[in-house]
């Protein structure tokens, strides 16, 4: 059994390290905390140099083919420096749902410049609040054009196009509901930031009226494709939140050693150690969880589809524990906008809503476990 | 990233695969199955005799103790194919529960601290189950403290005679040996005043009485020691150094690897998707869901972190303490799955009556038996302080007694 990831895949993520250390500082997260950009365009063009865009798309649409193992140990190295760059949409879920779905000559058309990093794509999927679920989709294409509003859109104003999830007729059926290229750029499209909890990622609102639409996979297999595409984007995101939660987790673990109370380092008090401790129990449960999926991932496994849910809750779970315990470590330190304790804590936050919140994942666990179960009986 | 086994573990695999194929005592097979919880039972007959017969026939075959040297009745075997050979014995290993202790902790301290004589006289025996072992190590006054214990040993000639009480020893009642910690003198710190002993259980002046359990079960024992006599050649390791014997089989707790922990999900998972409440099955409910899947999900975490460890066993390192985590994340699992299924039931979830009962009792049991779990083997409290200290580096606690004479730390709390 070797269930870790491979000494090249670790020396990728070495280089990943080595690279973000240097160029995603605290200082440059910050710049668009702060909004002075929406987000890192030097960081990006960086990420794009070194071939990381692209490690899971083919060589014969402008990527480098290395794979999905690859591609989560990238995103656990962007996790862990909570990169402000437009990662996750364009590449977890819009290369994605276009390689999974897109005829040859959408994906020619579309991943090398998602590849390149010179196009920025992303997912409009959500219409407002509430739980995700094919009722909630009332987008609506008529005529090759598409007309609804989606928000919160991620990386909304950054992005050149998005997947938008609408209906292509009026049944009120799950089985309408398709997936469409949209140029945002284009006529038809009007969008305008919003702001969120997490400004290190940016969220917009789009209006969609009449915008040209083309579609993405079969008409009436939208929401499969979709949810095939949340699968994948799940376990991607569960590595940058292992990522995250490990950082927190180390941040929490050197503040204990240097600070001083009552004569000694925090860290000897019992009461920190064992925050500590669960810490670390949280993000190595989320950890193992994340390289089930991963291998789920790279094998396009049958059990993927659970493997994934249980990722992103695990991950989830870690991240949002970790960065809220690691300010609680720092005491009023950690609660200080000066401290980089509250970018992990907004981001653990943010990531744990941006793929469908937790009931939603909830079911899907559930409901794969229990039909698994029923076909073992 | 793969599960597969090398070629070398392949064919070892298959190996052991057809051993137990031919040899394993297949018509206790459903019994063993169904024994999922708690110190199993079994109908065929005596389980203690029973798993005697198993493990001499598995030393007959060359399968007992497959990690000690071929010379003390094991195989030579290295870590991984041990852990490939528990994955292939599976439902059978439960029948190895009463050698577990003296395999897995007395075993290794022999093997390192006992002359050759001592080591061919007992090792071969208890690898094969035809002698048993237990460890007395905890003290009604030493629980996670373990080496503030006070049964005290008094050199007289050749001999040490010894006084004192040890408890929750499992299988104290069966064994014919036990590996003794006791104080040796109590003037100097106490780490510094402790040896280490092997005895005969049937010595005079050692009595054995069954603790009953908060459960109502009684499972572990308490050893009293009225001047038992025990010969200076079966001291382990120098007069004065017994912590570090001892450090020796605490260290073997990593034996446990692979064997995985009770978790109580499995049974909560099939319960909830088998029961029916009026508003429809009980795993359809939000808050039902809600909970289960935050159970999987520490389940499979377990699980995978287990097969990490087996990777970095297959890759020829040495798994350290990050092992601490599957007991801490299943003791209070299992508490809490077991206090939900009851409040599943309703005020019924009282009941254990035979009339009444719901899914035979189990959660029942497992409410009353489950604080054990946070307990045994080291506390939760303890295990957390081994991550954060072992694994995450930080200080060990300011010990008040450490440099102070045994016989002068205070004993008393509210005076």
Redesign the interface.
Known sequence: ??????DDQKQLRDQARRFLAEKCTSKAVRQVLEGKDTYDRSLWKGLAELGFLGVAIPEEFGGSGAGH?ELCVIAEELGRVVAPVPFASSIYLAAEAIMLAGTDAQKRKYLPGLASGEKIGTLALFEGKGKLSPAAIKAQVANGAVSGTKTPVPDGEIADFAIVVARSGNSGRESDIALYIVDLTGKGVERRSLQSIDPTHNQAEIKFNGAPAELLGRADEGWSNLTRVLDRAAVLVAFEQVGGAERA?EMG?DY??DRMAFG??I??F?A???I???M??SA???R??A??A??AL?TNSSELAEAA??AR??AT?AFQHCSKQNIQVHGGMGFTWEFDCHLYYRRSNALALGLGS??Y???Q??DR??TR?TEAA | MNFDDTPQEAKFRSEVRSWIAANAPKELESELKEASLGRIKLKSGDVLQLSKEWQKKKAKGGWACLQWPKEYGGRGSTPIERVIWQQEEGIYNKLGAPFLIGQGMCGPVLMTYANDDVKKRYLPPLASGDEIWCQLFSEPSAGSDVAGLRTRAEKDGNDWIVNGQKIWTSGAHYSDYGLLVVRTDPNVPKHQGLSMFFLDMKSPGVEIRPIKQASGASEFNEVYFTNVRIPDKQRLGNVGEGWNVALTTLMNERYAIGSGVATGFPEIFDYCNSLMTEDGPAIDDRAVRSKLATWATRTSGLKYTTYRTISALSRGERPGPENSIGKLVAGSMLQEIATFALDLQGAAGVLVDNDQKEVAGQFQKMVLSSPSSRIAGGTDEVMRNIIAERVLGLPGDIRVDKDVPFNKIPTKGRA
């Open positions: 059994m070797n269930f870790d990831f491979s193992l987790l673990r204990a050693l000694r380092p860290g000897s019992q920190v150690k064992h500590l401790a669960d670390y129990v190595t449960l989320a193992s969880n390289y089930y991963a291998w790279s849910a249980a809750i695990s779970q937790m009931s994942w909830e079911d666990l559930i476990m229990r179960n």
